[in-house]
């Protein structure tokens, strides 16, 4: 599915929302949303999708990116938010290589324990650590594990947000007096704005990922900085505000 890259600057950073496509279920239908930074001297990616063979509507990532003219090989660093199949699957291409032949992978050091390391307690959870062992152990060399609250280029900071997975985390990129939350999968939906008790089939930690939606959601209100949501229809941008008593989706 090709669909143009939105570009949305953030003081001295350019950034563009890219496509990987939708997810689809019997109820409701999920963007796949990435977000490139396009520093001065790195390009970074912000998850990398579901990569091929997921779902049909799904995997179109690197097709968008090179419609707009950027190579995998150009991108040299990826953060990848947490290991759900919708986010890491696309680190590698069909035959099993590198997708992104440069790229150095940061996520934090609790995500990565807690899909390498961590047992397995259930068929659902058995699948999910498949796919997330497949797509990052053959690229364990590259990746940088960082703690929380750390800063990976001026500006542009990653912070914990755990509960939707154990070492979850949300990007805050700040230049020149703006801002942008990449919100991850904080939520999937606007409708968990106004439903903000709704959880996820996929959040490990349900009671805690409630405490940091409430968290995070409420100050960015309250700040009323813009906000990327990469499960919201394309492109994902927008403000969340307080309407009428409860939070409300306002897309750009």
Same mark, same amino acid.
């Given at each position: 599915?090709m669909?143009k890259?939105?570009?949305?600057?953030?003081?001295?950073y350019?950034?563009?929302?890219?496509?990987?496509?939708?997810?689809?279920?019997?109820?409701?239908?999920?963007?796949?949303?990435?977000?490139?930074?396009?520093?001065?001297?790195?390009?970074i990616?912000?998850?990398?999708?579901?990569?091929?063979g997921f779902?049909?509507?799904a995997?179109?990532?690197?097709?968008?990116?090179e419609?707009?003219?950027?190579?995998c090989?150009?991108?040299?660093?990826?953060? !990848?938010? =947490?290991? =759900?199949?919708?986010?890491?699957? %696309?680190?590698l291409?069909? /035959?099993?290589?590198?997708?992104?032949p440069? /790229?150095?992978f940061?996520?934090?050091e609790?995500?990565?324990?807690?899909?390498? /390391?961590?047992?397995e307690?259930s068929?659902?959870?058995?699948?999910?650590?498949?796919?997330?062992?497949?797509?990052l152990?053959? !690229?364990?060399?590259?990746?940088?594990?960082?703690?929380?609250?750390?800063?990976?280029?001026?500006?542009?900071? !990653?912070?914990?947000?755990?509960? =939707?997975?154990?070492?979850?985390?949300?990007?805050?990129?700040?230049?020149? %007096?703006?801002r942008?939350?990449?919100?991850?999968?904080?939520?999937?939906?606007?409708?968990?704005?106004?439903?903000?008790?709704?959880?996820s089939?996929?959040?490990?930690?349900?009671?805690?990922? !409630?405490?940091?939606?409430?968290?995070?959601?409420? %100050?960015?209100?309250?700040?009323? /900085?813009?906000?990327?949501?990469?499960?919201?229809a394309?492109?994902?941008?927008? =403000?969340?505000?307080?309407?009428?008593?409860?939070?409300?989706?306002?897309?750009?």
């Amino acid at each position: 599915m090709m669909e143009k890259g939105f570009h949305y600057d953030v003081g001295e950073y350019k950034c563009v929302v890219f496509s990987d496509g939708t997810l689809v279920n019997d109820k409701e239908v999920f963007g796949l949303n990435s977000l490139l930074i396009d520093a001065a001297d790195h390009k970074i990616l912000i998850d990398t999708g579901c990569g091929d063979g997921f779902q049909s509507t799904a995997g179109h990532l690197v097709q968008n990116l090179e419609a707009e003219g950027i190579k995998c090989a150009d991108i040299d660093r990826i953060v !990848l938010t =947490h290991g =759900h199949i919708d986010h890491v699957s %696309g680190t590698l291409d069909a /035959a099993g290589g590198a997708a992104f032949p440069g /790229a150095r992978f940061i996520t934090s050091e609790k995500e990565w324990e807690y899909w390498v /390391a961590r047992p397995e307690k259930s068929e659902f959870q058995t699948m999910l650590f498949s796919y997330a062992r497949k797509d990052l152990l053959p !690229l364990r060399d590259r990746f940088d594990l960082v703690k929380e609250n750390t800063e990976i280029l001026p500006g542009v900071k !990653l912070m914990p947000a755990p509960g =939707h997975t154990p070492g979850n985390i949300i990007v805050e990129i700040s230049s020149r %007096g703006q801002r942008l939350v990449c919100i991850g999968d904080i939520i999937h939906s606007p409708v968990e704005l106004v439903n903000p008790e709704y959880l996820s089939l996929f959040d490990v930690e349900p009671e805690q990922a !409630l405490k940091t939606r409430s968290r995070v959601l409420n %100050g960015l209100a309250q700040s009323g /900085a813009p906000v990327f949501a990469c499960h919201f229809a394309f492109p994902g941008l927008g =403000h969340i505000n307080h309407s009428g008593g409860v939070l409300a989706w306002q897309a750009f």
